[in-house]
Structure formats: structure tokens, C-alpha cells
């Protein structure tokens, strides 16, 4: 509580700062214009769980918390107070009570309060009924109740402590909704407490922005909108940003190749390459035969080059590793003597030379092949790894056919194991092992898709949960992890890098280096025309 009170007091020295300094340049107005690769599928953040909605949607809602917008490497040490003013743990840990701010009004002018906080967190500990799908329950699963003790307190009280909890609150993915607000609304026209509020939602077309007149933050945000354009193919959206038809590329669709043509061709704009925080992987539906056969599970792992995957698609910029973000910007990956101790990610000839022997072994050889399809995301970060996946497969007797499938139909499909293998991308929301074991290889957790459960890794999961001493935690993840990988729960081939640009006249933009999905509040961005 002592360290929360110097930032907090800190935060207020710094904003009498800024007042007392109007000079700084800001300048109101102006409506910010980006770059859309995909089509969202809804608005509704507690639902859905991809970048597509992140980056447009995270601006129209206030977390309790949230990670610090300009600190790049986003961490426990940089939460700061969002919705909520302070926080303090009692009860050894298991009690976590919010103080939040009075004065605060919703989108269609309603007051703010505490029981918001409380209906939020009933939708996503038991609305089963009320959520079209809840992709994050995993993360709550440690959460007993969450009750509303006046109009600015909120108490939450767990099941055993968790040190990481702040942190999955401060993420996109945790905003505060209205109580008077039914979520069907929320999917489409949305009503949040946050800078900007949603003017237009056109699927397949564009999603409009407006500033918030009655922002709770004094004077902010300085943008009068943000425009959303949906442009299908990379090669067009790359185009028309170096023609200056747009003022910020969709902020995680720049790859190593197209980096150095941006260079080129818009020698002045401003990028960051950065780690993505999303993995590519293969996932199996295990439930399906023959994938039901552990034999051809293990094949299929065993036969990934990751160092191919790598060289093809980030020309070498990446490294192979588990579930958890490799360092230096990952605080949790393996380090890189004990990842090549994993089966799978030594000796590539001799890991295909064992899944060769247990593909014979389940029926299968040079004589008789496996046919399948490969399905993955109709978006070209999906679409590229999976071309080099069915090449690979082939030196293990598999034949696999692309099959590409639009965003709001891929995660239904994969939500209800309508696949039998697949190419998919999964980002962890946040650099913490709770986020990344629970919700990835929890049991009945729904983004794990390919049905992975063992009660004696679970158990893990909850202790490494508990552990305070950072040392110690660590150690019992990186063990986990070790673990995970050798059962090729879900093969992990690499985290991925991806820049953003903008045109040098927008300004205050800072991207973070871990996670794709936490900081796109854009409140304080400004245009310098």
C-alpha cells in the first residue's frame, strides 16, 4: 500500500504539472484515422477474445485498473487507477477492496457506481446464460464473490490469494459495463464510461468514433474521433498507409518484410517493431479419430521447425518458445538452454525421425498417408504460418488441404471443436502465468481449444498462483511449462513481432512491447497537423 500511495501522489504531481504547463503543445481536434484488417465480430470486449476488437472498442470503456499507457513493457509495477482510485488487500491476501470515483457518468448519463463493478463481475462469474460466450472465465475462476459495499466500494473476495490479480483486471479485456445496459446492446451499440463512444458499427466496413464530451478526465480526449477503416488485404492496407491516406496502420499488421518497404517507400513515418505477445501454434482436436491417438498428436508436434517457421516469416527476428513470452520483454519464458532440452525443439531430423516411426506405428507411412484439413483464420498472420504448417506436415506422411475460415465463424468453430487441426494464433492478454495456464490449458476453460486437461498440471497451475516470492514462482513455471511441451499439449512454435506506424504529425502514441491488447485508450493522442 505504501508503494501504491507514492505512485498515486505521484500521478497527482505529475497532473498539476501538465496544468501548469499548457504549453506542452496538445492540440484539440481532428479525427485520428486507422487501418482495419479484419472485421470484428462484435463490440462487446467480455466476450470475444482477439485484437480485432481490442484496438477499436478498448476507448469507449474504463477498467478499474488499467496498465500505465505510456510505460511500453506493461507489468504489475506500472497498474495505475482507472475507474478505481485505490486498493488495498486484507485478510492475508484473500480480500481485494476498491475505492471508486463519485462524478463519473456512463454514456447515456447514468451515474457510475460500485454495483456496476459487482454486476460486471456476476456476468462473467455466472452468466452463462446472459454471455454469448465468456473466453476469459478461466482467469475468475479463483474469484468467490464480488459484492458492492456502498455507491464507491467494491470488494472482491477470493478462494486464496493471488498476487496476479491486479493484473488481469488492468487488462482490455476487463472493462467495467453498465447494470442498466443489457449486453445484446453491448455487441453493437455499446455504452462504456470511456473517452470516445461508438457513432457508426458497419460490419465489413468501418466503426466510428466520437469524443465523450463529458469525459471524467478534465480536458481529455484530444481527438474529436477515431475512424476505423476495414481493409481485407495487408498489400492494400500497406499501400494506402505510405500514400498518406491514413494516419496509423492497424497497430500489430506490420511484419519484419513490410517494415523495411515502409522505410523505403515512407522514410518519415514512425514504427515500432515490437514482441506481439501472440503465439503461433498447433492445436488437435484430440476427441476427433485419428487424433484421439496420442501416437499421431505427438507426430504432428514433433514435426514443427520452428526456426523455419522463424526465418520464412520474420526473416530470423524471433525466437522458439513455450507458453509463456521468451525474455528479455517476456518475465516468465524458459530460458533458452532449458527450452532445447524440450523434445521437439533440438535436433528437428531427429525429432521427425521418432514421429515418422510413431505415424507407422498408428497405420500410417509413405504408402498410406493421412489426409486432413488444415483450417486457420482468414487473415494473411494465420494464413502464412499455415502454408509452411502443411509443408512440414508432409515429411511425417500428412497431407493437409487450407482450409480459411472468416473471423466470426473460425473462433465459433474452434469454440466448439468443429476442426480437426489447426493453425491458430493465441495471444495472452497479459504477461502472467495466470492468464496463460489457466485460460490456454485449464480444464472446460473455452479457450482451450483443443481439450487438453490433466488434473495433476492443474494443481501446479493454483500453486504457482499462490506463491509470493517472485523467485520461487518463476522455477514452478518454468517446470510447467517444460512439462506442457513435452506432452505437446498444444505445441507452441513461436511469439511473433509485428510493428505499428503512424505519420509523424500523430503524437503521444506508445505501443507495448508484451501484449497487443492493453493499451489502446488512445485519450491522450493528438494530432499535430
Known amino acids: 500500500m505504501k508503494a501504491q500511495g507514492r505512485r498515486l501522489a505521484l500521478f497527482a504531481a505529475m497532473a498539476v504539472l501538465a496544468s501548469a504547463f499548457p504549453a506542452n503543445a496538445q492540440k484539440h481536434g481532428g479525427v485520428l484515422k486507422l487501418q482495419h484488417m479484419d472485421n470484428p465480430p462484435s463490440a462487446s470486449l467480455l466476450e470475444e477474445a482477439t485484437v480485432s476488437v481490442a484496438v477499436p472498442f478498448m476507448s469507449v470503456y474504463n477498467n478499474l485498473v488499467m496498465f500505465d499507457q505510456h510505460v511500453a513493457k506493461s507489468s504489475l509495477q506500472t497498474i495505475v487507477p482507472d475507474l478505481a482510485t485505490r486498493w488495498e488487500w486484507k485478510d492475508d491476501g484473500k480480500t481485494l477492496v476498491f475505492t471508486t470515483r463519485d462524478g463519473v457518468r456512463w454514456h447515456d448519463g447514468k451515474p457510475f457506481t460500485a454495483k456496476d463493478v459487482a454486476c460486471t463481475f456476476d456476468l462473467l462469474l455466472n452468466g452463462e446464460t446472459r454471455l454469448r460466450r465468456n473466453p476469459h472465465a478461466a482467469w475468475w475462476s479463483n474469484i468467490d464473490q464480488v459484492t458492492a459495499d456502498s455507491d464507491t466500494q467494491v470488494t472482491f473476495r477470493l478462494k486464496a490469494p493471488q498476487p496476479a490479480l491486479l493484473g488481469l483486471l488492468a487488462s482490455g479485456y476487463t472493462p467495467i459495463y453498465a447494470c442498466h445496459v443489457p449486453v445484446e446492446q453491448m455487441r453493437r451499440r455499446p455504452i462504456g464510461t470511456g473517452p470516445f463512444k461508438v457513432a457508426e458499427f458497419k460490419m465489413n466496413e468501418s466503426i466510428k468514433l466520437v469524443r465523450n464530451p463529458d469525459y471524467w478526465k478534465k480536458g481529455l480526449p484530444y481527438l474529436d474521433g477515431i475512424e476505423f477503416t476495414i481493409i481485407p488485404d495487408r498489400s492494400t492496407r500497406m499501400l494506402s498507409f505510405i500514400a498518406g491516406k491514413f494516419d496509423m496502420t492497424f497497430p500489430t499488421d506490420v511484419t519484419v518484410p513490410l517494415l523495411k518497404n515502409i522505410r523505403k517507400d515512407a522514410p518519415t513515418a514512425v514504427c515500432t517493431m515490437r514482441e506481439t505477445g501472440v503465439s503461433s501454434n498447433l492445436i488437435v482436436n484430440r476427441e476427433a479419430p485419428p487424433f484421439d491417438d496420442p501416437r499421431i498428436r505427438r507426430a504432428l508436434g514433433l514435426t514443427l521447425d520452428r526456426k523455419a517457421f522463424i526465418d520464412i516469416l520474420a526473416e530470423g527476428e524471433g525466437r522458439p518458445s513455450g507458453i509463456m513470452l521468451p525474455p528479455p520483454n517476456g518475465v516468465w519464458g524458459m530460458p533458452e538452454e532449458m527450452l532445447k532440452g524440450v523434445p521437439g525443439y533440438g535436433d528437428v531430423d531427429k525429432a521427425r525421425e521418432e514421429a515418422r516411426a510413431l505415424m507407422k506405428e498408428a497405420g500410417y507411412g509413405p504408402d498410406k498417408r493421412l489426409k486432413v484439413k488444415v483450417s486457420t483464420r482468414n487473415i494473411a498472420t494465420f494464413r502464412d504460418p499455415a502454408v509452411i ?141
Open 389 to 529: 504448417l502443411i509443408d512440414q506436415l508432409k515429411q511425417v506422411y500428412v497431407d493437409g488441404e487450407l482450409e480459411v475460415i472468416e473471423t466470426s465463424v473460425y473462433y465459433n468453430r474452434v469454440f466448439k471443436k468443429d476442426y480437426a487441426v489447426a493453425l491458430n494464433l493465441s495471444g495472452i492478454a497479459v504477461d502472467d502465468p495466470d492468464v496463460a495456464l489457466f485460460e490456454t490449458y485449464g480444464c472446460g476453460s473455452l479457450r482451450n481449444y483443443n481439450g487438453y486437461c490433466n488434473p495433476e498440471m492443474t494443481k501446479l497451475f493454483e500453486a504457482q498462483s499462490r506463491e509470493l516470492d517472485q523467485q520461487k514462482r518463476l522455477k514452478m513455471v518454468w517446470d510447467i511449462d517444460r512439462r506442457l511441451q513435452e506432452e505437446m499439449a498444444k505445441p507452441i512454435i513461436a511469439y511473433g513481432r509485428a510493428a505499428g506506424c503512424w505519420q509523424p504529425y500523430v503524437k503521444n502514441v506508445t505501443l507495448h512491447v508484451n501484449s497487443i491488447y492493453n493499451n489502446w485508450r488512445f485519450e491522450d493522442v493528438w494530432l499535430d497537423r
